[in-house]
């Protein structure tokens, strides 16, 4: 059974371009969750699908950031226009059921924004 | 405003001997905690969890304890190896599905 699957595994981009990330979850999952890490702090929540719908965006920095899921497979986190401060790992995880279940990550995406 | 806090951002450790990795959080609605360990340039590996209905709950050489009252947890690594070596982060979650994590904790086991 294939993990949860980020492309691409780096991407440095330019200030005020746009940058799109994707996460295919592990087949079956509903839930599909969106974090990111600057180096040195947490581990911070974005935001959370359940099938298609964003059960909760509440981590979303700001309208830069479009998450999407269309038919309920695999996101796309999209970035336009990048800051220098979106500079930092993105990792997607997924989870059957939520809540009281573990979450799968994926090896990330390292964002630079020079 | 941290709710999951790692307040030790490294620890080393002989081969051989305990680790112990602390964790403390603010909200009391939480009811699932997990750990999870990070190598470089790989994602989260999930290690253990624990419900807030136990106080403890163990799996070979990782224990993880949990004291409500206190709002603390703890991972216990026995004995350490130098495998061990990484990053490890807390988790906590509650019914709103919003996985929490910490700042993490590098372990170093010196061989």
């Known amino acids: 059974e294939a993990g949860v699957t980020q492309f691409p595994s780096h991407s440095v981009i330019e200030k005020g371009q746009t940058v799109t990330l994707r996460c295919d979850p592990i087949?079956?999952?509903?839930?599909l969750y969106w974090y990111r890490r600057v180096m040195g702090k947490e581990i911070k929540f974005l935001l959370h699908f359940v099938k298609e719908s964003k059960q909760d965006e509440s981590g979303m920095p700001n309208n830069r950031f479009l998450a999407e899921r269309t038919g309920g497979t695999y996101s796309t986190l999209k970035v336009q226009p990048a800051e220098l401060e979106d500079s930092g790992v993105y990792f997607c995880a997924s989870s059957h059921n939520a809540g009281n279940e573990k979450l799968f990550f994926g090896s990330g995406t390292q964002l630079s924004v020079l | 405003d941290q709710q999951v806090k790692q307040n030790s951002p490294s620890l080393s450790v002989q081969e051989g001997r305990i680790s112990i990795l602390n964790c403390d959080y603010t909200?009391?609605?939480?009811?699932?905690f997990l750990w999870y360990k990070k190598y470089p340039a790989e994602g989260p590996t999930f290690l253990i969890s624990?419900?807030?209905?136990?106080d403890k709950n163990e799996d070979g050489r990782f224990t993880v304890f949990l004291n409500k009252s206190a709002k603390h947890l703890s991972l216990h690594i026995v004995p350490s190896q130098p495998g061990d070596s990484a990053v490890y982060f807390c988790a906590a979650v509650s019914g709103t599905y919003k996985y929490i994590f910490g700042t993490g904790t590098r372990l170093k086991v010196l061989a």
């Open positions: 087949s079956g999952h509903d839930n």
């Open positions: 624990i419900s807030s209905i136990k």
């Open positions: 909200n009391s609605m939480f009811d699932y």
